[in-house]
């Protein structure tokens, strides 16, 4: 049973422009959540996705954008890139809420973006 | 707002040690309480939760948390440490999104 995959693992894009990283949630969940990881620090919860829509946003301005394909994959793009972007930016999966609450989300090992 | 606070960015312990990270969180936070562990290039695994019912959660790894009100605590906790434990700790809480502590980095020492 495969869990979370995201792609690609390692990124390094110059500032100004715009990157795009894919979740592959576990199979069975179908809502995909972002998050961004900074070096030291816990994540922060960018947005989730249920049902191809964005359901909850965190506070992270509109540079940060995200989609939810029919098989219930998930991509998030940002735009303008600063250097403070740099960051792990950790998917996670789970059943829709209130499900998702009880049974707990499974992470993926996350992309570490560089920004130059 | 929601928030939860680790003590020690950095806890060290010998192995075989009680290993004890601790967590305190805002009172205006619901009773949704967990425990995450990040290993190194690798992403957070969920060690154990609280929700509602038992104050004493047990989670895997051999690992421990005790939900107290009283204390807006909700320390981790770990009888005997062993080399594997090194990693990195998060506290958090929330239902559907998520807030996470700062983390604490626990080392083991032989």
């Known amino acids: 049973d495969a869990g979370v995959t995201q792609s690609p693992t390692h990124l390094i894009k110059t500032r100004g422009q715009q990157v795009t990283l894919r979740c592959s949630p576990k199979s069975g969940h179908d809502t995909v959540s972002w998050y961004q990881q900074a070096l030291g620090q816990g994540p922060q919860f960018i947005f989730q996705?249920?049902?191809?829509?964005?359901?909850q946003r965190g506070n992270f301005p509109d540079r940060f954008s995200g989609h939810q394909f029919p098989n219930y994959s998930s991509e998030l793009n940002v735009n303008a890139l600063l250097l403070g972007d740099s960051a792990l930016y950790l998917c996670?999966?789970?059943?829709?809420?209130?499900?998702?609450?009880?049974?707990?989300?499974?992470f993926g090992s996350g992309t570490r973006l560089t920004v130059v | 707002a929601q928030s939860v606070t680790q003590l020690g960015s950095h806890v060290s312990v010998s192995e075989g040690a009680l290993v004890l990270l601790r967590c305190n969180y805002s009172s205006s936070v619901p009773p949704y309480l967990f425990w995450y562990v990040q290993y190194p290039n690798q992403g957070l695994q969920l060690l154990l939760k609280?929700?509602?019912?038992?104050?004493l959660v047990k989670g895997i790894n051999g690992f421990e948390a005790e939900f107290k009100k009283s204390e807006t605590s909700f320390h981790l906790t770990k009888p005997s440490a062993h080399m594997s434990d090194a990693a990195e700790y998060f506290c958090g809480t929330g239902a559907n999104n998520l807030f996470f502590g700062t983390g604490t980095r626990l080392t083991v020492i032989p």
């Open positions: 996670a999966s789970s059943f829709p809420p209130p499900t998702g609450e009880r049974y707990g989300y499974t």
């Open positions: 609280y929700t509602t019912g038992a104050t």
């Open positions: 996705y249920y049902e191809e829509e964005e359901r």
